[in-house]
């Protein structure tokens, strides 16, 4: 299922530490490799993680209601890499 | 008791600590203290206290000390991952978590000042084979055999496994090596456990009168009281655990268990270290008449002394006696090739014969030295 800007998505249990402003974070099973979020990623992971949808984490990361339409793209981009590597899906 | 590690680590290992009075936190000096903060297990504090401004780091510092940050945040969260993985397996067994993940989420103000390095879990005796039997379904790997059937259900205090990925799971039997562990009763503290939440793992942890036990007997009898970290976890789950009712839950269950010295030697640490207030039950206990002062033998003593095997000995049934006397005298092949190498089987018993003799020889002759 393709995501854009109105989907949501259902984050996989996963394991998440803050690191400074960073976000560390690993699925379940030892040789999973290990993400560090950085810059806007980790409070699109919040976001997400709360079921908004892709726009709606745009929203919440830029906290402006119209948000700029490069972080709206960045914001499906991040969750087509999260879909792509396996740690969420569509819902 | 008097306090035993430098003021600035001291001050260091508390921040933040609600009530206490610690020494004051210098600005300068921690390029030369830095591996001392790294052993005491304290990077997150001297990130937090960096942060704050209230401490000079060089460049060089701060980028080990961002390297250091990473790399326990990076174990840290794959050791969590591993605990959602395991976490049915765990329940299945009745095995509780110790310490890290559940002290982490649940006892600190911030999981990150909390790192760790291994997961421990306490299990009945019982269920040990289970668990480890699981374990190993799940990869992991005993790296030493144990010298005779039944060894990690019946003698010893835990046993390590590790995944071929790095990651350790310590399985104890008991909270404590030698005859501090001899009298915890495993089974009244699965009992009293209950479920908690460690990020996305629900897993099953100790009711905090029994944690407290657990980590004053991790700090005094295992870390000899010689790392802050471990002591600063005393204090913090002393403020869990040692209000009202839970506070006398607490002496009361370091009555039942034989270790109200060590409990006292935690505490007192907690206190004269990082000047922690502890709560009331617990400094009524510790300064009242029926306490004597802290026997200076908390300490670290020789773990393997002839005095401490005849009083592993003495606690525990008559199997048990009997699979300490055959690991000493008749351990399995296999455990004698790991230990000695690949050799005729004769060698390799006579070998272990000679050893015993020596080690018994050596015991009586320390001990002679000891009682002059």
Redesign the interface.
């Given at each position: 299922m393709l995501v854009d800007a109105t989907s949501c998505l259902r984050v996989h249990?996963?394991?998440?530490?803050?690191?400074?402003e960073d976000l560390?974070?690993?699925?379940?099973?030892?040789?999973?490799p290990?993400l560090?979020l950085s810059g806007s990623a980790p409070g699109l992971w919040t976001a997400l993680s709360a079921g908004a949808s892709v726009r709606d984490a745009a929203i919440a990361v830029a906290g402006d209601p119209a948000p700029d339409p490069e972080l709206v793209a960045a914001a499906v981009a991040f969750a087509r890499d999260l879909v792509a590597q396996g740690l969420a899906e569509p819902r | 008791m008097s306090a035993a590690h430098p003021p600035p680590l001291r001050a260091l290992a508390a921040t933040e600590l609600t009530g206490a009075h610690p020494p004051a936190l210098p600005a300068g000096g921690w390029e030369d203290r830095f591996d001392a903060v790294v052993h005491h297990g304290l990077a997150p504090f001297l990130a937090r206290a960096w942060t704050r401004e209230r401490v000079e780091l060089d460049e060089a510092t701060q980028s080990q000390l961002e390297r250091r940050l990473e790399a326990e945040a990076v174990l840290t969260v794959r050791l969590e991952a591993e605990l959602i993985r395991l976490a049915p397996l765990l329940d299945r067994c009745d095995a509780v978590v110790l310490k890290g993940p559940v002290l982490a989420h649940h006892a600190y103000p911030d999981p990150a000042w909390r790192p760790f390095s291994d997961l421990d879990v306490l299990v009945p005796a019982p269920r040990m084979d289970e668990l480890l039997d699981g374990l190993a379904d799940h990869g992991y790997r005993r790296p030493r055999p144990d010298p005779t059937p039944g060894f990690a259900s019946r003698v010893a205090k835990a046993t390590v496994v590790r995944h071929p990925s790095g990651l350790l799971v310590d399985v104890h039997r008991t909270l404590a090596a030698g005859p501090a562990g001899a009298r915890v009763d495993v089974d009244a503290i699965i009992g009293a456990s209950g479920h908690v939440d460690v990020g996305c793992a629900r897993v099953r942890a100790p009711a905090w009168p029994h944690h407290l036990v657990q980590v004053a007997l991790h700090a005094a009898v295992g870390d000899g009281l010689s790392r802050l970290r471990s002591i600063r976890d005393v204090a913090q789950v002393a403020a869990l655990a040692g209000e009202g009712s839970s506070g006398e839950a607490t002496i009361a269950t370091a009555r039942r268990w034989g270790v109200e010295r060590y409990l006292a030697a935690a505490l007192r640490a907690a206190e004269a270290e990082l000047g922690a207030a502890l709560p009331a039950p617990l400094v009524g206990w510790l300064h009242g008449p029926a306490r004597a002062p802290v026997d200076a033998r908390t300490r670290r003593a020789p773990a393997r002394d002839a005095l401490s095997r005849l009083q592993r000995l003495r606690h525990g049934g008559a199997r048990r006696h009997l699979t300490l006397v055959r690991a000493a005298l008749a351990p399995t092949p296999e455990f004698l090739r790991w230990r000695y190498g690949a050799q005729p089987l004769l060698a390799l018993y006579q070998r272990r014969w000679h050893d015993v003799r020596i080690r018994a020889l050596s015991d009586r002759s320390s001990n002679g030295t000891r009682g002059s």
């Open positions: 249990p996963a394991a998440v530490r803050r690191l400074g560390v974070v690993a699925r379940p099973g030892p040789e999973q290990v560090r | -």
